[in-house]
């Protein structure tokens, strides 16, 4: 029921560092792009960050050279590694991941909650 689960969030001081892992259920296939996105109180969720398959990166400008993805295919996981955590940062974070089989589908966790504070 449960086929995306995040993990590693917290609470972390300006200029920390934490690092953010999702784990898919095995009755998820072709998977073909999995990615962070995050949504602070009161904004809409954004994009954070996102991984094809084949090892293609995307970032939102906002976290380029802080944040880094990476994906293990074979686990059909995520990790994405923040550093230099600031105050726009703080939000849920939400793994996602796009199935391409039986039919083109989106999964989303429940969310991670990113405490970025002094």
């Known amino acids: 029921q449960v086929q995306l689960v995040e993990s590693g969030g917290g609470l972390v001081q300006p200029g920390g560092s934490l690092r953010l892992s999702c784990a898919t259920s095995r009755n998820i296939f072709r998977i073909s792009t999995m990615g962070w996105y995050r949504q602070a109180p009161g904004k809409q969720r954004e994009l954070v960050a996102t991984?094809?398959?084949?090892?293609?990166?995307n970032y939102a400008d906002s976290v380029k050279d802080r944040f880094t993805i990476s994906r293990d295919n074979a686990k059909n996981s995520v990790n994405l590694q923040m550093n230099s955590l600031k105050s726009e940062d703080p939000a849920v974070y939400y793994c996602?991941?796009?199935?391409?089989?039986?039919?083109?589908?989106?999964?989303w966790g429940q969310g991670t909650q990113v405490t970025v504070s002094s």
């Open positions: 991984i094809t398959n084949g090892g293609s990166m």
């Open positions: 996602n991941a796009r199935s391409q089989w039986p039919t083109a589908r989106d999964y």
